[in-house]
């Protein structure tokens, strides 16, 4: 039986990024404090993502890595803000799963931008996004700017408590799951 996991995706199309390194914060300490394996994926690992126009397009790489956001029980989203919204590029590949692909998914929402003024990106635009999907979405959500990084590390105890919060609402996810593995295997 495979062990669950912790997948993140970050729409962000260079490296490095305050997005990935905010992806990969929160996926770290899930992974950490669960025993989840873990994954973290960028737009940069999709290799042909703008040319598909269905999934069934993409190259066999970025197939995988749909088929890992897909399987993984846990996933950690972000964005970074343009212009008050999550990237084209980032909504593209989103466009490409199926409707039902996430229904009743954990998913830690979290953003970046550079100033405050993208804060509610998160409650006014993915939100709704995943909601569509019929996802379950952590109450609480990660927004950080750029002055919450230095070299691409998070260095505000705001946004690190922020993160561990929303770390702690995986929980019932992460027992409920257990909970399944364990009886399967009895």
Known sequence: MPNPTVVGLSGNFQRPSK???L????VGRISHQYGLASDVFDLVDFGNL???????DLDARSAQIVERILAADVLVVGTPT???SYTGLFKHLIDLLDPLALQGKPILLTATGGSDRHALIIEHQMRPLFGFFVAHTLPTGVFAVDRD????????PHINARISQAVAEVRPFVAAERSV???AAE
């Not at 992806?23 to 929160?26: C, D, G, L, P």
């Not at 703008?50 to 069934?56: L, Q, S």
């Not at 990084?149 to 505000?156: G, N, P, Q, R």
């Open 50 to 56: 703008g040319a598909a126009r269905y999934a069934k």
């Open 19 to 21: 997005t990935r390194s």
């Open 82 to 84: 343009y212009k008050g």
């Open 23 to 26: 992806v990969a914060n929160a």
């Open 181 to 183: 593995l364990t009886s």
């Open 149 to 156: 990084f230095l070299d691409y590390e998070i260095v505000t």
